[in-house]
């Protein structure tokens, strides 16, 4: 008895197939995850980085090519910037004007929309939650602004993930990355000109 216990515990060539077969779903998890990770890391500090060049080109007011406009080279900068490992249809870039930072807020004051029609209007109840007596949208309008105007620039990405699988656990990745900078004191630009004194 003892003899056979002996060779049991000296054949150790299928329990380390054993433990290989049980582990190797562990290692590959564990592989595909720090490829992930990094993959995950990696895209928001190069969406980091192409935000704030965005709004560094933004804050000029100029122009880098006359056949297209100003929105259009944002989210250009925004894909040049991320070197092509952004899906350009997975990319939103939303930038919004306001007179001051303080102005700036993540949702719109909640009223009662009394007359249906998804938007608030004069005499409609709200919550005047910044207290300023008014309702406000805190939403800004859309645009790249004037000279000395507050801009927010933001970037929503969905992407897929690297491997597909954070795809099935997490529906890919949402990175998002915003920055507000006052546009710097700029001449009207030939476009605002034009569109003026037609
Ligand atoms: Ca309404
Ligand atoms: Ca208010």
Known sequence: MMKIMDKLRHDESGSAITEFALTLPIFLTMIFGIFE???????????ENAVLSASRFGITGGVLDDAIDRE????DIVLSQTFGSLDPSALEVETRVF???SDIGEEPEPFVD???NGQYD???PFTDENGNGQYDDNLGEAG???????VLYRIVYRGASLSGIGDLL????TITATVAVRNEPFPVSDEEEDSSST
């Open 37 to 47: 990770i990094g993959y995950y890391f990696y895209l928001s500090t190069a969406i």
């Open 72 to 75: 259009t080279q944002v989210r």
């Open 99 to 101: 007179e001051q930072f």
């Open 114 to 116: 009394d007359n249906g």
């Open 122 to 124: 004069a005499g409609e």
């Open 144 to 150: 790249l602004g004037g000279s000395g105007d507050i």
């Open 170 to 173: 997490a529906d890919g990745y």
